[in-house]
């Protein structure tokens, strides 16, 4: 039996879901949709704090809280840490408002947004 057949077969359905899978591209908790910016794209630092917010969900490093969880996350951090900041473009701007809030009252003010390059 002549398995040239069959190897090419198998190669090729391995291309095919190479080629056809998605692959994530960051460590994300929630799904953003980031508004777009003209500036060149940052690289994020293990050492900087990672927050991401929607409408309805926080994340904290990667893990999913609660408002009164990530207040409590926040009070540990030490002022000097950059935070990161990635805000959906379609969350209200109280919820921004009140994230930015409880950064302010730990005296977190080393802030970036960020965005996600226009093409």
């Known amino acids: 039996m002549d398995l040239t057949p ?3 077969v198998v ?5 095919f879901f190479i080629v056809a899978s998605e692959f ?3 460590n994300s908790a929630l799904n953003l949709i980031l508004p777009k910016s003209g500036q060149p ?6 050492k900087e704090v990672l927050i991401e917010v929607t409408n309805e969900k926080i994340s904290f490093k990667g893990e999913v809280v609660t408002v009164e969880e990530f207040q409590d996350l926040v009070s540990k951090e030490k002022p000097e840490n950059n ?5 959906d473009e379609k969350v209200l701007y109280k919820r ?3 994230v930015m809030d409880i950064l302010k009252a ?3 003010n080393n802030l970036m947004l960020i965005t996600e390059r226009e093409k």
Do not use: G, P, R, S
């Not at 190669?11 to 291309?15: G, H, N, Y």
């Not at 794209?41 to 293990?46: L, R």
């Open 96 to 98: 921004v408002i009140k």
């Open 41 to 46: 794209t940052v690289q994020i630092e293990k």
């Open 83 to 87: 935070i990161n900041l990635k805000i």
């Open 24 to 26: 994530k591209k960051e």
């Open 106 to 108: 730990n005296n977190l």
């Open 6 to 8: 069959l190897i090419d």
């Open 11 to 15: 190669f090729l359905l391995l291309i």
